[in-house]
């Protein structure tokens, strides 16, 4: 899988929470990564959540598929803790 984002927004995302985009990638290729449609928003294209692992801490990846081996990353963040929670599947 090969891996895009937008340089402004990786500026954006640094700001605001402290990660770069590429900062996700380990957590979307983690084994143990949950991942969903994220469906808050009408985003005008399907966008995927994932809660994954980057080294020692669980993250919040939002990414959309641009085509079957390319992932544009959209933002990162740290996970909240109900999301490391459902991380270790004790939800």
């Known amino acids: 899988m090969r891996y895009e984002w937008d340089q402004a927004k990786d500026a954006l995302n640094l700001r605001k929470h402290g990660l770069r985009l590429e900062d996700g990638i380990p957590a979307l290729e983690d084994p143990e990564r949950e991942s969903w449609i994220d469906d808050r928003f009408d985003y005008l ?4 959540a994932t809660i994954g692992m980057n080294l020692d801490r669980i993250l919040f990846v939002v990414s959309t598929e641009r085509g079957p081996e390319l992932m ?3 933002s990162v963040r740290r996970a909240k803790d109900e999301e490391v929670t459902r991380y270790y599947g004790r939800a």
């Open 45 to 48: 294209e399907e966008r995927l």
């Open 72 to 74: 544009r990353i959209i």
